[in-house]
């Protein structure tokens, strides 16, 4: 009994390992296609799929290949699909094209031929794949890979062949040939210095590096990059005249890029809030572009830095390996850092001061400073249009503990500029620590008493 149960199971063993040694083993040499390179193509060739047999076949029998990640192009005029059998002992078999979907391509073996030896054997023999195009726009709407599956069965569809072993194979990978990242700007303002310097070093950096991928099939060329960073630029106006020459702007950013590519002279737009720099290659493909900002100094006679957020958008030029050229934006509103204050800044959106409509107002600011440390207080006022009134005025110094109203101070300023009565955003900039920083504002009716209360972005709003 333990016997017959020991042969059972050697017999077994023995069945199992000749069965899934004469498993299907699908292979594939994957092109690595440029996903701008190729937009152009009318299709794109697919790869020679080699199926190595690992059963018997027979006439009738039929093997489909079944893709996934893009679809054939089953209606281009060189799409002629053939599947050609090599088998051993001078055995031969002939497949015919039966028929294709965007995702599946079968073929059926309408004839073999015994070469003298044991019958027809395919255990062993290869099937490779010929004349079998993908369809362009469903290879570059998107990266990764394209893969294949083999699959066969008999003439009637009721059996299912050759369906161990590896069965898959990737085809194709579809990579992007031009990509980008930021280093980004991280500048501090230091409000004890005007705000026209940064707390450490004299400049700060924004390096965008474009990058290519090693040749594609269908590589594309790469030309230029057009960088547009997004910011306020106010700073390089040096002599605060209202504009800024080439340079000025030169003197404010400079602009430079690796290897052999060549700068335009960068511009600004009229609001001076907008960048733009292109960047032209010359033979040694794209490299990184470095701005760099430099800090006013500090002086009555310059502008300050002014904090916010920037952001860079980068559109590539290239040539695809055929047809017109093409953009690609390989960075889109990406963030390119931001410069902060190493102080408080309150921002009052709404302000009356003198009087407007025929009515006359009190203004309240009062800043009141939580921490034990003194610092200069200092003003930017806009008018409701967005014409800048006064700016980075010192109005006061705020002690430690103390409640400090600076509307007085803004007032008497207002007057000097020739605008005591009007509607005003008030930005107040006080060199103390920021959480300690709290403002109070509203605007008085003399006659009727009537106090309005002004909502502002205070860490903790008074109200």
Do not use: C
Not at 290 to 302: D, I, L, N, Y
Not at 437 to 453: H, W
């Amino acid at each position: 009994m333990k016997t017959i149960f020991k042969k059972s199971l050697v017999a077994a063993a023995l069945a199992a390992a000749a069965f899934n040694a004469s498993a299907v083993v699908v292979t594939a040499t994957p092109a690595v296609v440029s996903l701008e390179g190729a937009v152009n193509e009318v299709s794109i060739a697919v790869p020679a799929i080699t199926a190595t047999a690992g059963a018997q076949y027979t006439v009738g029998d039929t093997i489909t290949f079944t893709f996934t990640g893009a679809d054939l192009d089953t209606a281009a005029v060189g799409f002629a699909p053939t599947l050609t059998a090599t088998l051993g002992a001078g055995d031969t078999a002939t497949l015919g094209f039966v028929g294709a979907t965007a995702s599946t391509v079968t073929f059926r073996i309408t004839a073999q031929t015994d070469g003298g030896v044991n019958g027809v054997s395919y255990t062993g023999a290869t099937f490779v794949t010929g004349g079998l195009l993908f369809k362009t726009s469903t290879v570059v709407d998107a990266k990764g890979d394209i893969k294949v599956k083999h699959g066969a069965s008999n003439v009637t569809g009721s059996i299912v062949i050759d369906n161990l072993g590896t069965q898959e194979a990737t085809v194709a990978t579809v990579t992007e040939q031009f990509t980008a990242t930021v280093s980004k700007l991280d500048g501090i303002i230091d409000v004890a210095q005007s705000r026209q310097k940064f707390t450490t070093a004299t400049t700060d950096v924004l390096v965008v590096t474009t990058t290519e991928t090693a040749a594609a099939v269908h590589d594309a060329n790469f030309n230029k990059v057009t960088h547009l960073v997004k910011g306020d630029f106010s700073f390089a106006d040096t002599n605060k005249n209202g504009t800024i020459t080439t340079a000025e702007l030169n003197a404010a950013i400079a602009v430079v890029s690796g290897g052999d590519d060549t700068v335009a002279q960068p511009t600004l737009n009229a609001s001076w809030t907008e960048l733009t720099a292109v960047v032209t290659d010359v033979t040694d493909g794209p490299q990184p572009t470095t701005f760099t900002f430099t800090e006013p100094g500090v002086s009555a006679s310059k502008p300050v830095l002014v904090p916010g957020a920037f952001t860079v958008t980068s559109t590539v030029e290239y040539s695809p390996a055929t047809g017109a050229d093409k953009t690609k934006a390989v960075l889109s509103a990406a963030d390119a850092g931001a410069w902060t204050l190493n102080g408080a800044t309150v921002q009052v959106p709404y302000l009356v001061f003198g009087t407007v409509g025929g009515k006359a107002y009190n203004t309240i600011v009062q800043l009141n400073n939580a921490s034990s440390v003194t610092g200069d207080v200092f003003v930017d006022v806009y008018k409701e249009d967005g014409v800048q009134v006064l700016a980075n005025k010192k109005v006061a110094t705020v002690a430690g503990q103390t409640t400090t109203n600076i509307a007085g101070a803004i007032k008497t300023e207002l007057a000097a500029a020739g605008a005591a009565d009007g509607k005003y955003s008030v930005k107040v900039v006080a060199n103390v620590p920021e959480k300690t920083a709290s403002v109070y504002s509203a605007f008085v009716d003399t006659v009727t008493g009537e106090r309005i209360i002004v909502n502002n972005d205070s860490k903790v709003q008074v109200k």
